[in-house]
């Protein structure tokens, strides 16, 4: 299935609703009827997934971001960042169309990400740098074993559209 950047739209038009009724909800408890959780069964893990995955593109490349700029203080912000959101995925959307998704994530990316970490915290950027190629390899990797093969990540030409500076602070 493709996913269109409307599919985000439903999200947070759904995530509203939701709102609304566990609200209405709280107001009619004795009623017993349990409008937020019938929500829930009807495809909101695979929308959270994208939105999930956005923030791990947003966490990717700040950090490489951070990497090119040999930050590291930056970097190990935003590696942690990204770390915390892999955890939420294995935790909140393990699976994902029929694909293990907390597992590979698991097996495939969390030990490029724990690589690259060590890269930083040893302060070799020319190996954090390679690291950052193998990690959107990983990234590539599970989205074609996931049918999203079309969804590639590449690291190498940064542009930087984020209203930030990645150089690091001045003392
Ligand atoms: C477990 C396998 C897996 C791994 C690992 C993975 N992805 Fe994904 N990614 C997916 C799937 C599946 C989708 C489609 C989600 C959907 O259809 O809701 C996706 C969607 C995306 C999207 C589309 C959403 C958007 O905002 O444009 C981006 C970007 C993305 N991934 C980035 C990454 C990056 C960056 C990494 C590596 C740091 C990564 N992904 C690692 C499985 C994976």
Known sequence: MLVLP???????????????????????EETGHDAAA????????????????????????????????????????????????????????????????GKLTNEILVPEVEALDSYVDEGDWSGAREQLTTLSNACNQCHAATDHG?????????DRPFAQSFAPEVQ
């Open 150 to 158: 079309f969804i590639r990540i590449q690291l190498e030409d940064l």
């Open 6 to 28: 409307a599919c985000s739209a439903d999200t947070d038009e759904s995530g509203t609703v939701r709102e609304a009724s566990a609200q209405s909800q709280q107001a009619h």
């Open 38 to 101: 019938e929500d829930e069964e009807h495809g909101e893990e695979e929308a959270e997934l994208a939105i999930y995955m956005s923030r791990v593109q947003r966490w990717t490349h700040k950090t490489a971001l951070a990497v090119d700029a040999e930050n590291g203080e930056l970097s190990e912000f935003y590696l942690h960042e990204l770390e915390e959101t892999l955890e939420t995925i294995q935790m909140e959307a393990p699976v994902y169309e029929g694909y293990e998704v």
